[in-house]
């Protein structure tokens, strides 16, 4: 079976976790489309909900599918968030921000009571980091930031978009590292590279995930903490 739908049968799985009432918090990427086309279709169907966007790409689709989109602000707190991955491991840590969301989605994970992960066979592994990690930094520093974390080892690669540097929602740019190699463990890596001044955010989520659902084949397999 193709990655799409295996991102399509754990999406559909993942949407099960949504009852009328709730605020949920709607992630970003190819992943999280199928979960948010569903949503859409149960809102359609008489499903009530409020939900927090973790994206500019993912507030137009939620709000043309007739979603009802509020700001985190408004929402306080999140019910569940159904959000995709880059990687998994065995543990429910995970590497985000392939797609340039990392710091919202961080944010509204962090103050939602339950986290679902949705991804294709392809994201789960046995250990992070053959995605490169993305760090989300402020302009004015990037430069600098790219200075040391080259001093560190973790070869950063500014991302570009054409020939300008890319940009997220929230104007910053991303800094792509690679962290195979490195002897540091997770959590003081995440330690260290939030440690830097103009660092905004890093894809690691280390321990915010609280479901993971798994396509695999025709199967939607489901690893709960
Ligand atoms: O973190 C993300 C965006 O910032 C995405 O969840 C991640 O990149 C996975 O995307 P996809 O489902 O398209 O493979």
């Not at 949407?15 to 859409?40: C, D, H, N, R, W």
């Not at 797609?99 to 962090?110: F, S, T």
């Not at 066979?121 to 930031?145: D, H, N, Y």
Request: hydrophobic share 45%; no cysteine; aromatic share 4%.
């Amino acid at each position: 079976m193709s990655a799409v739908n295996e991102k399509k049968v754990a999406a559909l799985e993942a949407v099960k976790y949504i009852k009328s009432g709730m605020t949920v918090g709607l992630g970003t990427g190819s992943t999280a489309f199928f979960m948010i086309e569903a949503i859409g279709e149960m809102v359609k169907n008489g499903l009530q909900i409020k939900a927090v966007a973790t994206s500019n790409e993912t507030e137009k689709l939620a709000t043309k599918l007739g979603i009802n989109v509020i700001t985190l602000a408004e929402a306080k707190r999140l019910d569940v968030t159904i959000d995709g991955a880059d990687e998994v491991d065995e543990d429910f840590q995970l590497i985000k921000g392939g797609g340039g969301a990392l710091l919202r989605e961080k944010i509204v994970a962090h103050n939602s009571d339950l986290n679902v992960i949705i991804a294709d066979s392809s994201k789960s592994v046995a250990k992070l980091g053959k995605f490169k990690l993305p760090i989300e930094t402020i302009p004015f520093a990037t430069q600098l930031i790219l200075k040391e974390l080259d001093d560190m080892g973790l070869s950063p690669v500014q991302r570009m978009k054409g020939d300008k540097a890319y940009k997220t929602d929230e104007n910053n740019d991303i800094l792509d590292i690679d962290i195979w190699d490195t002897e540091i463990e997770l959590n003081d890596l995440e330690q260290q590279l939030k440690s830097i001044p103009g660092v905004v955010e890093t894809g690691l989520f280390l321990t915010s995930t609280n479901v993971v659902i798994i396509g695999i084949g025709e199967e939607a397999v489901i690893k709960k903490k």
